[in-house]
């Protein structure tokens, strides 16, 4: 008999039949890649992953709790996250026990390292756990130089952008690999770069989101009503977008009406009851496997204020003019350019609200505007560089109330959103 040692994996009857990931293997794989070609560039040996939606690019790994906000006795398993090197086509995701089933019904992981900052067996299990003397980060670097992974002289990433985890707990991580002799550095980018150019598969869900969020709409338009509210309107569109296949959005709850709340843009949906006249305006995504597509459309409930709907009906032919103008690898200037002197021909000039976009993609709560990049009317129009390269997704705002979702293709740019934007007057 040889020393070889083989090592199954236990427990993996107990997930037959329900793993779910949303890519194929390869595809997983060839992110991996990517993410170390740009670490590679950046001069970068090693980043530790804590961004839920970095996780889920890399693994599939989709939880709902991320103990964003935990009491101060949580702080250390705050640190849970994905370990790559520049030199290893493998990763290592560091969690709890807690979340080992929702890793083997989502993850593509085949190193996962479970540790719990409580002192006891559970689950009929025996854990590696936490001391007085070793906390869970301490472990994690330990097993991170047992691997070879952190050696003095090297330099160490972690998503400083990141929410997750917070301040007090990046500094602590920043102190341990700077005591284990490693250079520490902002890699907040890194893996945004990798995620901003969507494979076809990317772009395959974000064109079924959108129809998802088509669906949110119709659902607006049949619920409306004098003397419903505001929440009743978020009822009735959840309902539809989860029956539709869709998902928890990662903006929550945004309805406002009235002539004054309906350009509040980010106020919560209340309890107010909708009248004769009230205009509604919804920013609403559709979601698939974590990917959002993102439209704001505005209705009335009977004839709206002339006023309201003089100022509105501009939106149509913005549109217009951005899909008569975008193409692939098309400078972002030459849109915003283009855009403006729109704008400035047509007397609006001065009366909008924000003009531009971000990227939409992969977004876990609270908040689904992409990292990566962001294109602005009033600060981008001479930049010379930056283009819509293919697979770019991004939504456009109008300035006058209206999103929509743009998408670069290799052959053609499309604006997604199918829903009219003409104000959709509900007659009583």
């Given amino acids: 008999m ?50 839920p939606e970095s996780m889920y690019y890399i693994s599939g790994y989709d939880v709902v709790w991320h103990r964003v906000n935990s009491p101060q006795a949580w702080y250390d398993s705050m640190g849970a996250g994905t370990a790559i090197h520049v030199d290893h086509d493998k990763f290592i995701h560091f969690d709890l026990p807690d979340e080992e089933g929702v890793l083997k019904l989502t993850s593509i992981s085949t190193d996962t390292r479970l540790i719990y900052d409580i002192p006891a067996d559970m689950y009929g299990k025996s854990y590696i756990c936490t001391t007085e003397e070793e906390g869970y980060k301490e472990i994690v670097i330990k097993n991170l130089k047992e691997e070879g992974w952190i050696k003095p002289g090297m330099t160490i990433g972690l998503e400083f952008g990141s929410y997750r985890p917070s301040y007090l707990i990046f500094d602590q991580w920043k102190s341990l690999f700077e005591a284990a002799g490693c250079k520490v550095v902002d890699a907040t980018e890194v893996i945004r770069e990798a995620r901003a150019v969507k494979s076809p598969l990317e772009l395959q869900y974000i064109e079924t989101a959108t129809n998802i969020c088509n669906v949110g709409m119709e659902a607006i338009y049949d619920a409306l009503e004098p003397g419903i509210t505001e929440l009743e309107i978020v009822a009735a569109y959840t309902d539809a977008q989860l029956k539709a296949g869709g998902e928890s959005q990662a903006i929550a709850n945004m309805v406002r009406s009235g002539p004054y709340r309906s350009w509040c843009f980010h106020i919560p949906a209340s309890r107010r009851k909708i009248m004769l006249g009230d205009p509604v305006g919804v920013d609403l995504a559709g979601v698939f496997n974590r990917y959002h597509s993102n439209q704001c459309r505005y209705f009335s409930v009977g004839e709206p204020p002339k006023e309201f709907a003089a100022k509105y009906a501009v939106n149509q032919k913005i549109i217009e003019t951005v899909k008569n103008t975008i193409k692939p690898n098309m400078l972002m200037s030459e849109l915003l350019i283009e855009l403006k002197k729109y704008y400035q021909s047509e007397g609006l000039w001065g009366q909008q609200y924000w003009i531009g976009g971000y990227e939409l993609g992969i977004a876990f709560p609270p908040d689904w505007c992409g990292g990566s990049t962001v294109y602005d009317i009033y600060f981008d129009c001479e930049d010379k560089e930056r283009r819509f390269v293919p697979g770019t997704v991004v939504n456009f705002e109008t300035g006058f109330g209206c999103i929509d979702t743009l998408m670069f293709k290799e052959d053609e740019a499309v604006v997604l959103g199918k829903t009219t934007r003409e104000l959709m007057v509900k007659e009583f």
């Avoid at 293997?25 to 993410?35: A, G, M, Q, S, V």
Wanted: aromatic letters at 10%; a negative charge; hydrophobic letters at 40%.
């Fill in 2 to 51: 040889s020393e070889r040692k083989f090592d199954l994996i236990p427990g993996v009857e107990s997930c037959a039949g329900e793993m779910k990931v949303a890519f194929p293997i390869e595809e997983y794989k060839n992110r991996l890649t990517r993410i170390r070609q740009i670490m590679d560039r950046e001069e970068i040996d090693f980043v530790y992953a804590t961004a």
